[in-house]
């Protein structure tokens, strides 16, 4: 039997690679639709931006889950973090700028 030709593999290599990069971004932009609905839910009740307890218990279950899929747990919680600070930024625009309640109850 002789071996596949490696510009083969590559190709569908990347080809995987590449799906799983579209589902990343449709999952982060689920992901951010419903940060958005929390952001305006904070804004219209006057809660904080940002929940710190909240936040390292997500850190503590990220860096499990990144431990049990065999993914490097520092680099889970350094993406998590990125993502917060948008959530973040998310939250204290709405704050900044609260929608009407027609558009609070309303899905984006």
Known sequence: MTDADPSTILQGL?????????????LL????????????LKAKHGMPASDPTREEQQIARLVQLAEQADLDPVFAEKWFNFVVAEVIRH????????????????PS
């Not at 590449?18 to 589902?23: G, K, P, R, S, V």
């Open 14 to 26: 990347r080809g995987s690679i590449d799906n799983i990069d579209a589902a990343l971004i449709f």
């Open 29 to 40: 932009a689920e992901r951010f639709r419903c940060t958005k609905q929390v952001g305006v």
């Open 91 to 106: 939250h204290r625009s709405a704050a900044s700028d609260p929608p009407s309640d027609d558009a609070a109850t309303r």
